[in-house]
């Protein structure tokens, strides 16, 4: 895998957090494949998903948008692949999820990405996403 190819799997991951704090949905919707899956593990058990299909995956995220009342920042970071090919890769990140509210800024939780990244018609997407969460959000 070239450089270039790994720069735009990160630029990938910082988008898709970005549009979630700006509350852009298309941003979002932009950075997954038609059929992407997304499955969420939350310590302790509970489960969400899997969400099969970019539809899918975005009415969770619109839900989930629609019910915060607080600014949020998603830094992604510690991000390595654990495969790389031409055209399918393995990436592992760190999520950490901070919130703004009442002029008081703490973290939410912490968790990390394991995300199956695939180019379609020479861009990056996510094909399939997983997500561990230390703690609910």
Request: proline letters at 2%; hydrophobic letters at 45%.
């Amino acid at each position: 895998m070239k450089t270039k190819q790994k720069l735009a799997i990160h630029e990938l991951l910082s988008r898709v957090a970005y549009c979630f704090d700006a509350r852009d949905l298309e941003g979002i919707k932009s950075c997954f494949a038609p059929d992407a899956n997304m499955l969420v593990n939350i310590a302790g058990g509970q489960t969400f998903g899997p969400f099969e299909g970019r539809d899918a995956i975005m009415d969770l995220m619109s839900g989930t948008l629609a019910a915060q009342t607080d600014t949020r920042r998603h830094i992604i970071c510690d991000i390595f692949f654990e495969s790389e090919g031409e055209r399918e890769a393995v990436v592992v990140s760190t999520l950490l999820l901070s919130s703004v509210a009442d002029g008081e800024i703490s973290l939410v939780t912490s968790g990390v990405y394991r995300d199956v990244v695939k180019s379609v018609d020479g861009a990056w997407l996510f094909a399939n996403r997983n997500l561990d969460l230390d703690m609910p959000f």
